[in-house]
Every structure is written in C-alpha cells, then in structure tokens.
C-alpha cells in the first residue's frame, strides 16, 4: 500500500466510524440543548441497542458471520433489525426521562447528571449479570462485496452504514426544521421560558428529545455490530466519550454540529490510530475535548443550548 | 433595638462541641478495638475502609463543598499510589553515579549492584511519602484544574471522567515506569524506629485511623472557615459568589489540590499496605464507589461521607458474600438449583447504580444530611418589630466627604449580545455620597448596567471608574474588593446556607483567613472569625427582628422580603463604598417598600453612595438626589425625580403616550 492508499483506507474508516459517532452524538445534543444535561446513561443505551440488535438477528436464525443474506431478506432483516433496536432504546430513553428525569427537572445542581450516572450503571451491570463479559459475535448476513479503489478496499458495509446514517440524520434535519415538534424542540433549545410562553409542551419536547436521541444510539449500537462483528458490554465508554467529543466540537446542541463532529472525531480516530497506536485513542480524542473546551467552548458551529445565567 | 436575639451565634458551639464529643468516643472505639477484636482479616477489611473513607472525605471537598463533579478522583489515589510505588520499588533504576551520594547519605536511594554496572536503588520512606504524595497529587490537581475548572460544571464531570482514564492508561501502557498491567512488585512497607509493618493489619489498622480522624479534623476545620463558606458559595451559586468577592479560579482549583492531596495521602496508605500497585487498583469502578459514598452519606456532609464509606465497604466485604451464603443454604434447602450459582458480590455495582438513583429521588441530602434542621420560631419571635432605620451599630461604614466628586464614573459604555445593543454609548456620574437612581422600562437595559459595571457582563467599549480605578477588565471579585457591591434582580442567596452563613459570605473579601489558618486555628483567627461573626450580626440587626431570631435558619426556609432583606445584608457585609442595589422593593407590599426605603436612607447617611434601580416611583422621589433613565439600551433623561417624572420622552416610553415608536 502507498501513502495515498493507505490515506484513502483510512478515510474510509474514519467515515464508517464517524457516521457511528455522529448518531450517537445526536443523542448528547439533542438532550443536551433542551436541557443542559450531560446525558450519562446514553453511554450504556447505545451498548444495550447493539446488544438488542444482536439478539433479533440472532431471533432470525442468524449467527456469526456464516449465514449470508441477500436481496429482500437481507433488507428485511435489517430493517428488522434497526427498528427494533431503534425503538427499543427510544422506549428506554423515554422510560429514563419520565420516570427517574422527570421528577428531579426543577431541582437545582448535579442531582440530574448522577442519576443518569446511575442509570448508566444499572444497565450496564444488568447486560453484565444476563449476558456476561465475554466478547460476542454479531450477527452479519452482508455479502462481502467490495471494491477496490486504488490500494483501498470499500466494503459494501461501509457503504450500507453510510447510507443508513445518512438516511437516519436526513431524517431528523427534517424532523426539527420542518415538523411542528421539531419546531418546538429548536425554540424550547433556545429558551425554554419563552417556549413555554408560546405555548410549547415541555414535557413532550423533553420526552422526544430522549425518545428520538436514544432511538439513533440504538442505530447507532447495531451499526458498531455490524462494523466490527461483535457486541460486547463495556463499548459504551470509548464510542459515548467520543460521540460526546463530537458533540461539543460541532457545538453541543446543535444538530448539524453533531454530525459534522462525529465525522471529524471518526477521521481522527482512525487517523491516530494508524499513526500513535490505538492505545493512546482514547487520550487523542480526550485531548482534543479539552482544547475544545478551553479554547472554543462554542465549537464549530456555535453552541445552542438554552441560557440559564 | 428591639430585637430579641434569643440564640447567639455562641451558642452554637455547642453543636461543634456536640460534634467534637462524638468524635472523640468514636476515635477512643476504634483505638480499642484492636484489643478485644483480635481477628486480623477483619482489622485488614476495616484498614481498607479506612482508605476509602479518606477518600471519601477527599473526594467531599470536591463534590460536596465546592459542588465540582468529579467523576476521574480515583486518578490521584493511583498518582500517590505510584509515586509511593515508584520510589520504593526495583521498577525505576538509574545508573550509579557519585552525584547521588548525598541523597544516599539520608536514606531516600541507595547504591545496589544486580550483576552489572552500579545502579540506584529509591528508598523513600513512608513518613516521607505520605505528605509529600499528598503535594505530589495536590500538584497534579492543579495541573488537571487549570484549563479545566473554568468550564462549567458539567463538562468538568466529563473531563474529569477522561481524565480518570487517561491515568490508567498511563498506568496501564508505561511500562518502563509503572510495569504495565502486571504492576508494581515489591514496594517496600513502612518502618517507624526500626519496627517493620509487615503483613499484619493492626499497624496499618492504625495509621489508617490516625489518617482519617486528620481528614475529618481538617474537613470540618476548612468547612467552618471562610474557606469552606467560600466554597459552598460557589456550590450554590457561582455567579453570586464570585459578586461577592469570591475568586472562582483561586478556590475551585484550592478544592481540587486539596482533594487530590487527600487522595494522594491514601493512595500511599494503600499501596504501602498492599505493597504492589495494579492499574486495575484505581479503576473507574473505584471513582463510581467514592461518589456513591459521597452521595450515600450526604454531599458535604463530614460524617455522611465516613458513615457512607463504611456502609459501603461492609456491604462488599461483609454483607454481600453472607448473603450469597445465606442464598445458596436457601438454595440447598429448598432444592432449587438457580439459587446455588448466585453470586451477590457480581451485583456491587449494580446496587451502586441503584443506589444513586434512589438517592437522587428520594434523599438527595444523603443519609446524614450537612443541613441541620432548625425548629421553628415562636410566635413571639415572629412578631416584627419594625426597625425605620436610625441605624447606630454600623457607623464602621465608610464616611464620605460631602461634594468631594464623583465616586462611579461611567463613560460611553457599549454592550452588545449579538446583534442587539444592550447598552448604547451610556454615561453617567455617582457623586460621591450621592444617591442615584436608574429607571426604564423593562429590557431597556438596567440590569445590564448593573452586570456590567460588576464584570458579569463584558463591554465592548467605554470606561467604568470607580474612585479613579478602571472597574472594566476586572472579574467580579475584584470589582467588590474595589468597594462595589450589589443585589440582584432576581434574588441570588446561597440557597442550602444560613442567614449568618449568607451575610459572612459577604464579608469574604475583607477576611484574610487561608487554608493553613483556617485548619490550624491560630488565635488570630479565632478573633477575626468572632469579629466577623459580631459584624454580620450588626448588620442582621439592621432589619429590626425580621432576620435576627432567623440568624441559623436556611435561607429557603424566609420569606420573598426577607431573601431580599438578607441579600442587601450581604452586600453590606462586604464593607462597601457604593452598594448597587437592583430592584430592592420588587416584591415587597407598599409597607414593606417604605421601611425598606427607610431603611437604605439611613445606610445613605451612614455613609453609603447608593445606585439604585427601582421601579416604585414613590420609592425613588424618597431617595434619589438624580434619576437616570433608559430605554432601549440609551439614556433617554436624566435629572431630579420631580423633573424627570414629568419629562415627555420619559412619560412616553414608560406609558406610551405619544403612541409608541
């Protein structure tokens, strides 16, 4: 492989990696800009979306990388897949809000955050007590099609995850810009007093900022099985930190930010990884949340979220 | 005065004594308890809970006192724990050379020879390693807060998460220094006078002891110091604080070194007990524990958190293994096969993520709640005896020297938030001694004169001078060490605080206590924290008896005029030259508003220069020599109250009468 091969490769990478981050980073947003909270339990929500989407395609027959679908079936069984990954982790995330978010929303101080710390523990050591430590293997039924360009290798999951990430983000630019609880998401991000003067519902702007950004960490968690082949508890931390990371170098609570963040933070990622050694990963991207912070606290995009001072 | 000051502040002394008694039986318990509980696995368990209630007590300056979530503490544990590690152990090798005779010559290296050529050998003692990995892990605090500590809180919490990791990964990747994952090998244990620790627990058991009755002797110290005021201030309310002269900067990063360094202290403890150091020691689990700990006992509570650390530990090592004991009997009994391959140990975590979400619904104060309730008033105390100002126990107020100048200098000043001009080209003069009052309608700008003149808000052009000094620049603290000092629009009290608490929190910036004097208590201290306690009592007493026999109660627990009340108390504890008081009235029944307007007339003529901005325009014709008034971001009129309320353009923007704009 030359240079610009191994570049172009790892650009690949990085992209299939990015549009995983991004739909994660949604997440932080979204909640982040309705209610300036750090949302710790979307660490664990993305980790048990890939475990759900592991246990319906393991529900279809499928298992390990043996049995490879095409055509209709194949389609079928991802969009089983997503769906109820999706809408399984939205149902958490809602569950989440409305009944351990909810009561704490007009109290004052870190209450809210060590809550969904605490969530974010109890899922994770439920998936630890029901399904064990030890790495599983995700279901894949693609065909491995590829393409070579250049030195570099395009597989048609990357492909396929780009275009499901795409979708899925289309899907939510239109949500907020056009739809009236999009709408009403954007104005409470603003300023919430005044929403609520208007006569927006916060408790439903609330539920599906949660419902909506728990839903794409589910995507999110079944694209990382097909990814990387495997399912495994403790994913949620590096993928949430960097998902997060994205957020805030987007800007967090802004929602094209987010995405454009979680494809930068997936170039870095695969880019430092060829060149320090995956190890450090983990203290690249961190370092480069703190600079964020220290530097331009806003992002890139400008920050929205509503000001409380 | 008529006030009936039932409960002095004196009295409660004897809660601290209360609190000093009981520490003292509890510590006299556990010296004894070696004597008659001879069993050396439980000594040990009971040494490791010691190290986590250190921790724990550490990791409540951060959290509880300062409010700063940190979610990475357990990276100081392992940093001490390291240092000590390194420095005692055949990991970090240098080669021989004569320069390190001297340090040979103390005892901290010595020269071993391992076949080859001559190599160094660290030797640092125990007694050494524990304050100095305490400055070591204070050190790196510091380092970590820096850029960090000026973020807002919950990205702190996030940072400091990484933070944690990134230490393991250090821990766990530099092999040269820390050996990896497989860890540190023969750390050597303490020695005092010859005698060796060893591997038995009661010596440790006892240094252990020893180390948390300091912490809890120091955390109670800073708490009832200005130190631990400032702290809370910040906890409460950042904003306020830093308007009350508290630099944020200064004491969050004092609270972060400090936490580290208790961390630092026990992270030595642990590793000269365990004698070999893993990365796996100073995990994220181990950080999770100690908030849980932390919020278990109750946030900023010194005995919460020790009684939240034990619980803890006895749970893991006692209660959990028991009960899967108890369950597998069950098991055994009853036939039931599932029963015999649990293992409650594997739900730790588990019941700690439980544990947070139920105490964050249900009990957020934590099981022995920092906040003491207070009973009720009498009705006799409730009684209000008005006090109309007349003021005699304050005449420490600076005097002004009548026609001397002019005290707040205000020139051109710009503010924009985007594209909206908040403030355009404003000037405006306070004579010295003078009363001078803002008025407009809302949105046209006087909060943020207020906020800009107090650095809370930047200008974008103009001047500030106050007494000749430039105020525009300065932070918020600094702005009240010049002598200015302010209430806010919409009440900001320190919630989970006292009256006397409140009003002592204004008083931080002419107090000079540090975090030695506040620990070590020298007389000048104790005098200075009664005189400061005797001022903030006088000016309580300003109000007639409508916050004195309140004096020990939270401030939630008072009424809308009496927040207000103890919010121009605090300002006034500053000792300032101009007070800036914004909207004092809001609020307030026309009774009310007229004592209060009594009452900052006499504060006037004790000496105060006043800038006020005040809807009540019978408040204003009361008090004010000058009326300024804006609209829209400009000063539209300015002049005597008569003049101005009869001035067109004023008539029109505050009624509309010619028919708007």
């Keep these: 492989m030359t240079a610009g091969d191994l570049f172009l490769q790892q650009a690949i990478n990085g992209l299939s990696l990015g549009a995983m981050y991004s739909l994660l980073a949604l997440g932080f947003t979204l909640v982040y800009g309705i209610m300036e909270l750090i949302n710790f339990a979307h660490f664990n929500v993305f980790m048990v979306g890939s475990m759900i989407a592991m246990l319906t395609l393991q529900a279809f027959g499928l298992s390990g990388q043996q049995t490879i679908l095409t055509g209709l079936p194949l389609v079928g069984v991802l969009l089983v897949g997503f769906a109820v990954s999706m809408v399984g982790c939205g149902l958490i995330g809602v569950a989440i809000e409305r009944f351990l978010l909810r009561p704490l929303r007009s109290v004052k101080g870190p209450a809210a955050m060590i809550t969904t710390i605490g969530v974010s523990y109890i899922l994770f050591n439920l998936v630890l007590l029901t399904l064990g430590t030890d790495s599983k293997n995700f279901p894949n039924p693609l065909p491995s099609i590829s393409w070579e360009i250049g030195g570099a290798v395009l597989r048609m999951r990357e492909v396929l995850i780009w275009v499901i ?39 439903q702007v609330v539920m599906s900022a949660f419902f909506l950004g728990s839903a794409l960490a589910g995507a999110s968690g079944m694209i990382f099985g097909l990814y990387y082949n495997l399912a495994k508890v403790d994913i949620g931390f590096a993928a949430g930190l960097r998902a997060f990371t994205a957020a805030v170098l987007g800007g967090i609570g802004n929602v094209p930010g987010a995405m454009l963040g979680g494809v930068l933070i997936g170039l870095i990622e695969s880019g430092s990884g060829q060149l320090i050694g995956a190890a450090w990963s983990d203290v690249v991207i961190f370092g480069i949340l703190v600079l964020v912070l220290v530097f331009r606290p806003a992002g890139l995009l400008g920050r929205l979220a509503p000001n409380k001072s | 005065m008529t006030a009936t000051a039932t409960v002095h502040p004196s009295a409660a002394l004897n809660h601290q004594q209360r609190s000093l008694l009981l520490a003292a039986l509890a510590f006299i318990f556990f010296t004894l308890l070696p004597q008659f509980w001879d069993n050396d696995g439980d000594l040990d368990s009971l040494a490791n809970a010691m190290s986590y209630a250190t921790l724990a007590l550490g990791l409540n300056i951060v959290v509880g006192f300062a409010g700063l979530l940190d979610l ?23 080669p021989w050379s004569d320069s390190w005779a001297p340090l040979a010559y103390v005892g901290l290296v010595e020269k071993i020879n391992q076949g080859g050529p001559d190599l160094v050998h ?5 007694w050494i390693a524990l304050p100095t990995g305490g400055l070591v892990a204070a050190f790196f605090g510091m380092l970590f807060g820096l850029p960090v500590l000026r973020l807002r809180g919950d990205y702190l919490a996030i940072v400091t998460l990484g933070f944690g990791e990134i230490v393991q990964i250090c821990a766990r990747n530099l092999d040269w220094l820390t050996n990896g994952a497989a860890g540190l090998n023969g750390v050597q244990g303490p020695k005092l006078f010859g005698y060796r620790f060893g591997v038995h627990a009661e010596p440790y058991y006892y240094v252990g002891l020893v180390l948390v009755a300091f912490l809890v002797f120091v955390s109670f110290r800073l708490r009832g110091s200005r130190i631990g005021r400032a702290w809370m201030a910040i906890r409460e309310d950042e904003t306020a604080a830093s308007a009350m002269g508290i630099s944020l900067v200064n004491y969050k990063l004092l ?14 403890f642990f590793i000269a007990k365990l004698q070999t150091a893993t990365p796996e020691m100073f ?19 010194v005995w919460g958190v020790v009684v939240g650390a034990i619980l803890l530990q006895l749970m893991q090592t006692w209660f959990l293994p028991q009960m899967t004991v108890w369950i597998h009997d069950l098991g055994k009994m009853t036939g039931i096969a599932a029963f015999g391959h649990v293992d409650m140990v594997q739900w730790t975590q588990l019941i700690f993520g439980v544990i947070l979400v139920l105490m964050m619904l249900f009990r957020r104060e934590g099981l022995i709640p920092a ?30 020297t009548p026609g001397t100048g002019t005290a707040l200098d205000i020139k051109d000043v710009v503010v924009k938030f985007g594209g909206l001009v908040a403030l355009n080209k404003v000037s405006l003069q306070v004579p010295e001694g003078g009363v001078v009052a803002v008025i407009g309608p809302n949105g046209s700008g006087k909060s943020t004169l207020f906020n800009v003149i107090t650095g809370l808000v930047e200008a974008n052009s103009g001047s500030i001078k106050f007494q ?19 209430t806010f629009q919409n009440i900001r009290l320190f919630s989970n605080l006292t009256v006397l608490e409140n009003v002592l929190i204004g008083e931080h910036a002419r107090l000079t206590t540090g975090p030695f004097g506040a620990v070590i208590r020298p007389p000048s201290v104790i005098k200075e924290e009664s005189r400061a306690t005797e001022w903030a009592m006088n000016i309580i007493a300003m109000f007639g008896n409508r916050l004195t026999p309140r004096w020990d109660q939270p401030v939630t627990a008072l009424s809308y005029a009496n927040r207000r009340r103890v919010e121009i108390a605090r300002a006034i504890a500053s000792r300032p030259k101009i007070l800036l008081l914004d909207e004092p009235t809001a609020g307030m029944n026309p009774a009310e508003s007229l004592e209060l307007a009594e009452q900052i007339k006499s504060l006037h003529e004790l000496g105060l220069t006043i800038l006020l901005i005040e809807h009540k325009l019978d408040v204003v014709t009361r008090l004010a020599d000058n009326v300024i008034v804006l609209d829209h971001g400009d000063k539209i009129a300015e002049g005597l109250p008569d003049v101005v309320r009869k001035d067109e353009e004023v008539l029109r923007a505050y009624l509309g009468r010619s028919g708007g704009h």
Excluded at chain 1, 174 to 200: C, I
């Design chain 2, 255 to 268: 609270a972060f070194a400090l936490g580290a360094a208790f961390a630092g202290m026990t992270g030595v």
């Design chain 2, 371 to 400: 906040v003491r309730r207070v009973a009720p008033l009498s009705m006799e105390q409730q009684t209000a005896h008005v006090v109309r100002g007349g003021f005699q126990g304050l005449d420490k107020i600076g005097r002004w």
């Design chain 1, 165 to 203: 990430a795409l979708v899925l983000m289309g899907g939510l630019t239109y949500f907020v810009t056009y739809t009236k609880l999009g709408k009403a998401m954007r104005a409470t991000a603003q300023d919430p007093e005044a929403a609520r003067m208007m006569g927006v519902e916060v408790d």
């Design chain 2, 122 to 126: 660290f030797t640092l003692s125990f």
């Design chain 2, 468 to 486: 000749g000094v430039e105020l525009l620049g300065l932070a918020p603290h600094q702005v009240l060490e010049n002598g200015v000092a302010r």
């Design chain 2, 283 to 301: 995990n994220s689990a181990v950080s999770s524990m100690l908030l849980v700990m932390v919020v278990l006992g109750g946030m900023g509570s």
């Design chain 2, 72 to 94: 990475g503490y357990a990276a100081f544990f392992a940093i001490g724990a390291y240092y000590y590690g390194i420095f005692t152990s055949f990991q970090v090798m240098p």
